[in-house]
């Protein structure tokens, strides 16, 4: 069954801008712009400036498709909230007998002593995400930057490389896990 017409609306607040261009999305705030094409879907975007709005209209859509407009909701007030006050995740090291080492090297992160190995483990960090070691909280990395898809996958890369291999993963805990998630910036 198809439906005729499926609409949501998005709001953005003052001293946010958004401009459409072609399924293009260009979000501007304090912390910087973002950019993100959905030209691959069947949607109407239109802004409604008067009301600082974007609606979404899906014509003609099935099921799968009337859910991509709850994605593409989704990512632009994720967008919206990244120029506003951006993201942070922090990760924690747990090991339970050799101590991990990371260190920050310009725009990697290297992991030495993971299990005792001698080798050393490099993530690249995305571009737009800046990783710190957290001076006064022992063992943690905080990834901070203003799109929530380079945070997250920066950090996802950094708890796969150190996955345990050829181990009881019940028994060998080790690795860097995020223990939390939130905004670079307090919200107002």
């Not at 951006?86 to 920050?104: D, E, T």
Request: one cysteine or more; a positive charge.
């Amino acid at each position: 069954m198809k439906t005729i017409l499926s609409t949501r609306f998005v709001e953005y607040p003052e001293g946010v801008t958004v401009d459409v261009e072609s399924r293009t999305i260009t979000v501007t705030g304090k912390r910087g712009t973002l950019t993100r094409s959905f030209k691959h879907l069947r949607l109407d975007i239109t802004p409604i400036v008067a009301e600082r709005k974007l609606r979404f209209d899906l014509w003609w859509g099935n099921r799968k498709q009337l859910a991509c407009i709850r994605t593409v909701c989704s990512h632009v007030e994720n967008m919206i909230t990244g120029v506003q006050v951006g993201f942070l995740y922090k990760m924690r090291f747990v090991y339970s007998h050799f101590p991990i080492n990371v260190a920050v090297a310009g725009e990697a992160v290297e992991i030495r002593n993971f299990m005792g190995e001698k080798r050393v483990r490099r993530v690249t960090v995305s571009e737009g995400v800046t990783a710190v070691r957290t001076a006064d909280v022992k063992d943690q990395l905080e990834l901070s930057g203003n799109d929530i898809t380079t945070v997250s996958l920066t950090a996802a890369r950094i708890q796969q490389a150190c996955n345990i291999r050829h181990k009881d993963i019940r028994k060998f805990l080790d690795g860097i896990y995020v223990s939390a998630k939130g905004n670079a910036e307090v919200v107002e």
